[in-house]
Each structure stands twice: as structure tokens, then as C-alpha cells.
């Protein structure tokens, strides 16, 4: 099996988010396909079967089981697929998934973007366990498939030490902290203790809550938006009510055959 280790949303080895991308001709066992992710211990590894030149299916493990979406291992994987496979005509693959349908990734310069289904989200009360977990008080939080908590500045969201068992008792499938960015437009850090990932480096799937938020609150389409982990990171994105796109840089950092 063949394996890439790209990073995403950044042009520099050892920032933005590593993913792991196999190549598959049909699915391995589910079974095979999680061990393969815990072994990777990335936050996600991307499954991938090519259907024509620019339509591939695809699917995502954390080392905690499969997930419905995931940004930054898509655009890895469009990235090597722009690399190493595609046409050289070839600007826009589309991406057939199991859990969130079709997805486009279009490449634009030395970007790579791609549109995706906006979160809707419902704003919910501030408890005591959300700042036991993150640390510090939310002034706000909202659900949609994770839990998004708004923060007074920037300096708290970078500062903070979550507390990863508390984390995980939270409502949502991820839990994002986020403020009113200084350099950027919004600064975010997204923690997934139930998917066995305490810190995801930079979280695509999490700015289809953190883009939407700050799009309204902003009062504008076009954002750019930083993750603030020990990798850091950077979107560009743009906000459309019902998809979000998001676009970024990516990175080879190896390729491997896999003895499975």
C-alpha cells in the first residue's frame, strides 16, 4: 500500500497539520484501516480509491475510528494528487465520501481550496465545566457538530492548558476555543479527546463552525483565519451560508509502502 505524510496549511516541513494519505484499489478492512491510523498516530489518515482523473472516493481514521469530515487531510490528498496523478489540465478533483457526499478541491496558484458544508450552529449556555475543561471562561458557546467557545482575546486562547479528561465530557465531537484574531481575522486551537487526538494542529472541519461564527460577528465573507497550536497554521476562507471554503498551502514530507 502506498502511503504519503504531507503537511497542510503551510508551506514549511514540521508546521501546519501532518496527514497521512494511502492509495488503495478497494477499501481494506475497516479493522485494517483504524490500526493503520493508531500506528500513524497522525490525527487523521486519508483512505483513498481513484475512480477516474479527477474523481476519487475517500475516507477518514482518526486513531479513535473513522470521522464524517476532515479538512486538512483532504487537502493533503488533493495535494498529492495534484503532485503525482492528475492531468496536467486537471484544476478541480471532487471527492466522493461516505459521510459528508461529494467535495471539491480546486487549485488556485499554490493554493488548494475546497467547499465545504457550513455547521449550523445553535448557541447554548456557558457552564461551569466549560471553563473547568478549557481553563478559562467562555463568553459565549455554540453547538453544531462540535462545541465552539468564544474567548475574550487571543492571549487566552493561546495560553490556555486544557484539561484533556474534562475536555472530553463536553458536548461536541471537537471543542474549539477561539477569539478576535490581532494579525488575523479569528485565532483558534481545537482539542478532540474523544477521537484519542488531545491537540488537532490545525482543524479544516472545525473553521465550518469557527468561519461562520466570525463571518457574522465581522460582518464579512472573506476571512483569514490562524491556528494557534505549537504547529500554527493558516486559512483562507470564505463564507457563503451554506459552504464554507477554506484554502491553503501543503507540503511532502515523505512516501512509503506500507507491509499490510
Not at 508546521?15 to 488503495?24: E, L, M, R, T
Not at 487549485?107 to 481553563?135: H, I
Request: charged fraction near 25%; proline fraction near 5%.
Amino acid at each position: 500500500m502506498k502511503m504519503y505524510i504531507a503537511d497542510a496549511f503551510t508551506n514549511k516541513l514540521f508546521q501546519g497539520n501532518p496527514a497521512a494519505i494511502c492509495f488503495v484499489d478497494q477499501w481494506p478492512s475497516e479493522q485494517l484501516m483504524k490500526n493503520i491510523a493508531k500506528e500513524n498516530r497522525f490525527s487523521e489518515t486519508a483512505f483513498t480509491i481513484k475512480k477516474d482523473s479527477s474523481h476519487y472516493l475517500l475516507r477518514w481514521f482518526t486513531p479513535g475510528g473513522e470521522i464524517d469530515l476532515c479538512g486538512h487531510a483532504t487537502l493533503a490528498t488533493a495535494f498529492i494528487i495534484f503532485q503525482t496523478d492528475a492531468p496536467h489540465d486537471t484544476a478541480t478533483i471532487t471527492f466522493t465520501t461516505t459521510k459528508s457526499g461529494n467535495l471539491t478541491v480546486t487549485k488556485k496558484g499554490d493554493r488548494y481550496e475546497m467547499s465545504f458544508p457550513s455547521y449550523e450552529l445553535k448557541q447554548v449556555p456557558v457552564t461551569s465545566e466549560m471553563t473547568a475543561a478549557f481553563g478559562a471562561q467562555p463568553k459565549e458557546a455554540y453547538i453544531g457538530r462540535d462545541l465552539l467557545c468564544v474567548f475574550d482575546d487571543e492571549k487566552t486562547v493561546r495560553d490556555m492548558e486544557p484539561d484533556q479528561e474534562k475536555l472530553s465530557h463536553l458536548d461536541g465531537l471537537l471543542q474549539h476555543a477561539t477569539a478576535l484574531g490581532k494579525d488575523y481575522d479569528c485565532v483558534s486551537r481545537s482539542f478532540a479527546p474523544k477521537l484519542d487526538v488531545p491537540e488537532d494542529p490545525v482543524c479544516g472541519s472545525g473553521h465550518c463552525h469557527i468561519i461562520p461564527y466570525w463571518s457574522h460577528k465581522l460582518n464579512k465573507t472573506k476571512l483569514i483565519a490562524y491556528q494557534a497550536s505549537e504547529r500554527d497554521g493558516v486559512l483562507y476562507c470564505e463564507y457563503s451560508g451554506k459552504t464554507t471554503k477554506l484554502a491553503g498551502q501543503a507540503v511532502l514530507y515523505s512516501t512509503a509502502e506500507l507491509n499490510v
